[in-house]
């Protein structure tokens, strides 16, 4: 089984619990979005991917 860059960001982000509030929040853009991504439901343009997997890669607990 093979995953996917963007499961790696979701399970990362679980562990760290990044709320999906405060990742939307940076990114710019709503939780429903953030939730919708992560489940395959829509895309988000390069620059926001970006942002969420930057949030992610610099978060300190």
Request: net charge positive.
């Amino acid at each position: 089984m093979v995953i996917t860059k963007k499961e790696k960001y979701f399970l990362k982000r679980k562990q760290l619990k990044i709320r999906m509030n405060k990742i939307a929040q940076y990114v710019g853009c709503s939780q429903s979005l953030i939730s919708r991504y992560e489940n395959n439901e829509r895309g988000m343009t390069k620059e926001k991917i970006k942002r969420y997997r930057e949030f992610i890669d610099n978060y300190k607990i």
